[in-house]
């Protein structure tokens, strides 16, 4: 794997669109978090880092099946959220919601994290 250098403006960009859960975050925005710290440790690899694409979220682009591309975190979540509730609808992710978000890639390992991220997510 090629190693990307972040310019420094980026990065404290980024440090500033640090997710805060607070208190009374919904079960959605848990779920968001969950799904970012198990495909981007919460945008800070990968996808996460070239596109703000913390949760590996997939768009058609010229025919192809490319990574999306945000201009921000908050762009991100807003989007996961709007698809997760259009295209799965439970806040709680199943197995069968598992294989179809990461491809049947190792998706119950994909689905054990999550569930512990969610449980574990730190609120203020």
């Known amino acids: 794997m090629r190693k990307v250098e972040i310019p420094q403006e980026k990065k404290k960009q980024e440090q500033k669109e640090d997710v805060i859960l607070e208190k009374g975050s919904t079960q959605l925005d848990k779920l968001a978090y969950a799904v970012a710290m198990q495909e981007t440790k919460d945008c800070t690899l990968g996808w996460g880092l070239l596109y703000n694409n913390c ?5 058609y682009r010229g025919g192809k099946l490319q990574p999306a591309r945000y201009d921000s975190k908050t762009d991100a979540y807003i989007d996961f959220k709007n698809i997760w509730n259009r295209l799965y609808g439970s806040e709680i992710p199943t197995m069968k ?8 890639d ?8 999550v569930l512990w991220f969610i449980e574990n997510a730190k609120t203020t």
């Open 106 to 113: 190792r998706a119950e390992d994909w689905h054990k994290n």
């Open 55 to 59: 949760m590996g979220v997939k768009k």
């Open 97 to 104: 919601d598992a294989i179809k978000w990461s491809g049947n």
